[in-house]
């Protein structure tokens, strides 16, 4: 990776809604201009996202979504309103944020949901869009999530038992989603959430048990995603890779771990057959996180693109 490095600009952009979205921009300022969408929903952006970009070739633009980061309202707080917090309202603000920069096009980057987050704003602004670089790929799918939420339980059938009955519901995702909007619950449920994600995470190296009192990004994060899932990001079941064929002459990179349990394999492979001119790369040793292979192929297509 390239050295550590600090934003030369960055901001808080009013994008409605009582909303102000944090952006920064980094490395060369007339570079090829690349966009990083981070995970969760809900994660924020750190910055060791902004080490993959070379500074002397890229302006790369890291973004912490609605809710999350140092973007304000934050999530943490029980009296934010999750009601303007949608994929379209996230959709919108990039937009405002490119327009804002004065970008005509960059590159999209992004992992999990980041993924589905890239995927959906260039499928509706193909034209704005350079080239895209995934990894971890997810569609948010309702069939993707029943999998993490209830089929990964097959291989964790304790941690799943305990998981399910802390929701109080058979719909666990919208029984987690109702009781983060408790003051009262919202922090037991954060840390049921954050506990099971951590559980289908557990058989990768490297895998990290959170414990301790739940910070605000770590709530932030439970209650973003519980709330996006809730309603699989508000996506028509499948659409996203139905529509990757308005990707056709956006050059493409999927990087994806075999052994990623949460978001398995075969939705890279559909959304690879979908996207003409996609390429795949699949690691047999990799799971959903970042690892020394997987880095290196994001890394060496993004000097690729940078021209």
């Not at 009601?83 to 603000?93: I, K, S």
């Not at 291989?155 to 919208?174: M, N």
């Not at 139905?242 to 939705?267: E, M, N, Q, W, Y």
Request: aromatic residues 8%.
């Amino acid at each position: 990776m390239y050295p550590p490095i600090e934003p030369y600009d960055h901001g808080l952009l009013d994008v409605g809604d009582g909303h102000r979205v944090y952006w920064e921009t980094c490395g060369n300022p007339g570079g090829k201009p690349a966009l990083v969408l981070h995970g969760g929903p809900g994660q924020g952006c750190t910055p060791g996202m902004r080490r993959v970009f070379d500074p002397a070739r890229y302006r790369a633009v890291l973004v912490d979504q609605r809710g999350c980061g140092r973007s304000l309202p934050h999530a943490s707080d029980p009296a934010t309103s999750l009601r303007h917090n949608t994929t379209d309202h996230l959709v919108a603000d990039l937009e405002r944020l490119r327009e804002h920069l004065g970008i005509e096009r960059w590159l999209l980057t992004g992992g999990s949901w980041g993924t589905t987050l890239a995927l959906v704003y260039a499928e509706r602004f193909p034209h704005r869009v350079s080239e895209i670089v995934l990894s971890a790929i997810s569609t948010t799918r309702r069939s993707e999530l029943d999998w993490l939420y209830r089929g990964a339980g097959r291989f964790f059938p304790e941690a799943w038992q305990r998981f399910r009955d802390g929701a109080g519901d058979d719909d666990v995702v919208r029984g987690y989603t109702r009781l983060m909007e408790d003051p009262g619950e919202r922090e037991r449920a954060a840390r049921a959430w954050i506990a099971w994600e951590e559980t289908v995470l557990s058989l990768e190296p490297g895998a990290e048990v959170h414990s301790g009192p739940l910070d605000a990004a770590a709530i932030a994060f439970a209650r973003l995603t519980a709330h996006y899932y809730a309603h699989a990001g508000w996506l028509e079941e499948g659409a996203v890779i139905r529509d990757a064929g308005k990707l056709a002459g956006i050059p493409g990179v999927l990087i994806h771990g075999r052994l990623d349990l949460s978001c398995p394999v075969t939705t890279a492979w559909e959304l690879a057959r979908a996207w003409p001119g996609a390429e795949l790369l699949v690691d047999d040793r990799s799971g959903h996180r970042a690892s020394d292979v997987k880095r290196a192929w994001k890394q060496a297509a993004l000097d690729r693109f940078a021209g």
